[in-house]
């Protein structure tokens, strides 16, 4: 059964800092997804990473994918207050984007 | 263009009600899916379909039915509800043309099962 893990699962940090936030997961798969939610909204998705080393960038978001680690990264650059919300990383196994999700991040930036 | 549209956008069920949560895209995507999401936590797949008259079982599917007789439209049928269903449903669609491509995600329905 393919397991997703975030980690932290809370982050409260101060406008202009970086951060990473993680997302390990257990079986093999080329294929992850990130998403941000602001509270009582839909999902709005950031970054499809479909090989290993694949690296995207949009704005202070940068994402990274290694497969043989099961690991990817979202690195925060310069946070602003703009970037609080929850963000969620998810894995295909299957194919058919059958997506299994994280735990999710709730992040809240500081002023 | 609306993308995903779900309706109602909030309802209150009694234990035992039935209800039909709608969904439909204007997008032409041939796949759809219906995910949970309890509080404080990750989408958890209900369902999901690659075509018309195709469909099939996710992660969560107990307590839940589906159909897909248009491309457009993919209806989740609660037939008895119990509390354990109190969550926010989101239905989703994708092109899936032989590239990966990203979600489209609905707006959500807010079911509480009292």
């Known amino acids: 059964e393919l397991k997703v893990e975030q980690n932290p699962l809370f982050l409260s940090m101060q406008e202009g800092k970086n951060y990473t936030i993680y997302c390990n997961y257990s079986?093999?798969?080329?294929?992850l997804y990130w998403y941000r939610q602001d509270p009582g909204k839909s999902l709005e998705s950031l970054f499809v990473l479909l090989s290993n080393g694949a690296v995207k960038q949009e704005g202070r978001l940068m994402a990274s994918l290694d497969t043989k680690a099961r690991l990817s990264t979202l690195h925060i650059t310069a946070a602003v207050h703009d970037l609080s919300a929850t963000y969620f990383c998810?894995?295909?196994?299957?194919?058919?984007?059958?997506?299994?999700f994280g735990q999710g991040t709730r992040l809240t930036i500081n002023p | 263009n609306a993308g995903v549209t779900q309706t109602p956008k909030f309802r209150i069920l009694k234990i035992g009600q039935s209800m039909t949560l709608q969904c439909t895209q204007d997008?032409?995507?041939?796949?759809m899916y219906w995910y949970r999401q309890d509080p404080g936590m990750g989408l958890k797949l209900i369902y999901y379909s690659v075509g018309a008259g195709i469909t099939d079982k996710g992660e969560v599917p107990n307590g839940y039915n589906v159909s897909r007789s248009t491309t457009e439209d993919f209806p989740l049928r609660l037939e008895l509800a119990a509390p354990s269903q109190t969550s926010v449903y989101f239905c989703a669609s994708s092109k899936m043309t032989g590239d990966w491509e990203k979600l489209f995600f609905g707006s959500g329905t807010q079911l509480s099962v009292l």
């Open positions: 998810a894995v295909d196994m299957t194919g058919a984007q059958k997506l299994v």
């Open positions: 997008m032409n995507h041939n796949y």
């Open positions: 079986t093999t798969s080329d294929r």
